[in-house]
């Protein structure tokens, strides 16, 4: 019947559902087992298709990383939209990087690069970049311009906050100590998966005067 038919989609429009499929494939199957022809099945494409737009399934799983990394980021967003102050900034995007962190999507994420790691150290670092390193570039350029500080004070500045405030839980979860949050994270802080009282003492005990 033609009203069962699924839409027809081409180009930049297709190339995403593929993305978006090839994620879902590879958080259920892990990267070894995970197959173009499942992810063609998923997609509801062809495998020519699917190799029109990826010549690997390594190169999939690069763009898929790319994928999660403007999705990560569009949540995130900068210190500066948070709030005026920069304390109370600083605090809430530090819960709010928190709260994605910790979410089970990012968790199981995380978990498949440091699988892949060994076999392909380009994903990791693809994967750190996007998730870790970006988040702590929008968090140093901040703090560089708002206490006038030089790029490597900045930079050190936001390392030592993130290291307070977000990776011991980080860390934590990855390791099974303590449990992902499978609900998606909306837009209030605080909220019950994020102390945001314990993140905003330690912000205050750390930025400048």
């Keep these: 019947m033609t009203g069962d038919r699924t839409p027809q989609r081409r180009g930049e429009q297709l190339r995403r559902?593929?993305?978006?499929?090839a994620k879902e494939v590879f958080l259920e199957t892990g990267y070894e087992r995970a197959s173009m022809d499942a992810v063609a099945a998923r997609a509801?494409?062809?495998?020519?298709?699917?190799?029109?737009h990826f010549k690997s399934k390594d190169a999939l799983f690069l763009a898929v990383l790319e994928l999660v990394r403007e999705l990560y980021l569009g949540r995130l967003r900068t210190p500066d939209t948070y709030a005026s102050e920069p304390d109370e900034?600083?605090?809430?995007y530090c819960g709010r990087l928190l709260q994605l962190l910790v979410w089970e999507p990012?968790?199981?994420t995380c978990r498949l690069c440091i699988s892949a790691a060994e076999r392909m150290p380009a994903s990791a670092r693809a994967y750190f970049e996007a998730i870790f390193a970006s988040a702590h570039q929008r968090l140093a350029?901040?703090?560089?311009d708002r206490y006038e500080l030089a790029t490597a004070d900045g930079a050190a500045l936001a390392t030592d906050l993130l290291g307070r405030t977000v990776l011991p839980r980080v860390f934590r979860t990855l390791l099974g100590v303590d449990q992902p949050n499978p609900d998606e994270p909306d837009e209030a802080l605080p909220s019950t998966t994020v102390d945001l009282g314990t993140i905003r003492r330690q912000v205050a005990a750390t930025l400048p005067a």
């Design 44 to 52: 509801g494409t062809s495998k020519r298709s699917l190799y029109a």
């Design 17 to 21: 559902h593929i993305l978006i499929s």
């Design 141 to 144: 350029d901040y703090l560089t």
């Design 89 to 92: 900034a600083v605090t809430r």
């Design 106 to 108: 990012q968790v199981r």
